[in-house]
Each structure stands twice: as structure tokens, then as C-alpha cells.
């Protein structure tokens, strides 16, 4: 007699990260194994992912390719966002123009479900964002609007100061269209990613979380 296979999780869902070799990515990569998911991931530098991503299917690529990008999606029951230049400041257009691709990618597989990542300060006042971050908030504005016009189920995460040492404490507040709190850790912040896939809840709205950590 064979014997029984253990039933799969319930959570197990197909999803498709971008920018999975961030700090936020790497962290969100790492939490969407744990929970059992099928992850898919393209990069275009595949030594950059952590050592321990077995499991993981890698499609080495550019976001800004659409053929790569057809790949990442293809199959997918969701997609996460989290694109970033990270300490590169100066003018792109990137974000938006990679969104741009995973959309026409996900209408042409029917994909509907898709988080992205941008920044609190699209809620600020731009005389008040740091002139340095200026570049990069105007690009993640432009990645909003495809977002908002994609006719998708989008969730658009505005989180605050993303911290490195953070611990996952799954104990954060979201505040739905409305600015949040003033950090999450890049642990929640990928748990939160990872939730927005299994609830509608969050669907077609902008969303700020935020923790409270002990100092």
C-alpha cells in the first residue's frame, strides 16, 4: 500500500517575484518558501540570490525585456512587484516601464493579481520629499498610474522606512488610503506582499503599513 502523501498547504500558490534580489525581495523570496509557495523568480544576475533558494524557478532576464518577462509569468497565479535601483537615485523610468511589461504579460496569460511595491512619500507633499529621492518617487508615481489603469486586481504598497534588522513579528497595522506609521521591517513588509495574495481585501486600493518594534 502506498502510502499517503501529505496534503499540499492550502497557501501554496503560484507567484512570480521581480525584484527578488533586494533586501525587501530577498526577505519576501525566503517567507514565500516557508509558506510553501511555487516561486518563480527573474533576475538577471542569478549569484545574487540567496544560497538557499532551492526550489526556486529562475528565469535569467531583464525586466524591461518582454520576452523575459513572458516567461516570469506565464503559469502564474500571482505576482509580486518590488522593483528598486537601489543606491542609484539619478532619473529612470524602470519601475513603471517593468510594471508596464509584467501587465501586458499577465493579460496575455491571465494573471489577475498583482502587488507592487513603491513609497510612502507618493503621499507627501513633493517640496517635502528629500530632493534626492525625488527622481525615484516620480518613477514610482508613473508606476502607480499603470497599476491604477491596468484593470487588474492590484494592491499598491506604500510602506515607510524599510528597515534591515527588523524582526518578522507578523503584527503590523495597514492603513488602507491613508499615510501609515514611520517603518516596517523588511520582514512584515514581505509577509504583508505575500498575504495580499490569498485575500481580495486590499484589491484596488493603496495601502501603507507600518510596525511597532521594541527599541
Same mark, same amino acid.
Given at each position: ?73 506565464? $503559469? ?6 518590488? &522593483? /528598486? ?6 532619473? +529612470? #523610468?524602470?519601475?513603471?516601464? !517593468? ?81 501609515? $506609521? ?6 512584515? &513588509? /514581505? ?6 495574495? +490569498? #485575500?481580495?481585501?486590499?484589491? !484596488? ?11
Amino acid at each position: 500500500q502506498q502510502q499517503q502523501q501529505p496534503p499540499q498547504p492550502a497557501m501554496g500558490i503560484k507567484v512570480a517575484i521581480f525584484g527578488s534580489t533586494g533586501m525587501t525581495g530577498m526577505a519576501t523570496l525566503r517567507l514565500a518558501l516557508a509558506a510553501g509557495h511555487d516561486v518563480t523568480v527573474l533576475v538577471r544576475d542569478p549569484a545574487r540570490l540567496p544560497a538557499e533558494h532551492e526550489g526556486v524557478k529562475v528565469v535569467v532576464g531583464d525586466v524591461l525585456i518582454k520576452d523575459d518577462v513572458q516567461k516570469a509569468v506565464k $503559469g502564474q497565479d500571482g505576482v509580486i512587484v518590488i &522593483l /528598486g535601483t537601489r543606491n542609484d537615485l539619478s532619473p +529612470t #523610468t524602470m519601475m513603471s516601464e !517593468g510594471t508596464r511589461n509584467i501587465i501586458e504579460a499577465m493579460k496575455a496569460h491571465g494573471v489577475r493579481k498583482i502587488v507592487g511595491c513603491m513609497s510612502t512619500f507618493l503621499l507627501w507633499d513633493e517640496a517635502k520629499i528629500p530632493p534626492r529621492l525625488l527622481d525615484v518617487t516620480k518613477d514610482h508615481q508613473r508606476m502607480y498610474e499603470v497599476l491604477k489603469n491596468s484593470g487588474l486586481d492590484y494592491v499598491a504598497v506604500f510602506p515607510p522606512h524599510i528597515d534591515d534588522a527588523l524582526p518578522l513579528t507578523e503584527n503590523y497595522a495597514v492603513a488602507v488610503g491613508e499615510r501609515g $506609521g514611520r517603518v516596517i521591517s523588511k520582514h512584515d &513588509l /514581505g509577509h504583508f506582499f505575500l498575504k495580499c495574495l +490569498t #485575500t481580495s481585501e486590499y484589491d !484596488g486600493k493603496f495601502v501603507c503599513v507600518s510596525g511597532t518594534y521594541q527599541s
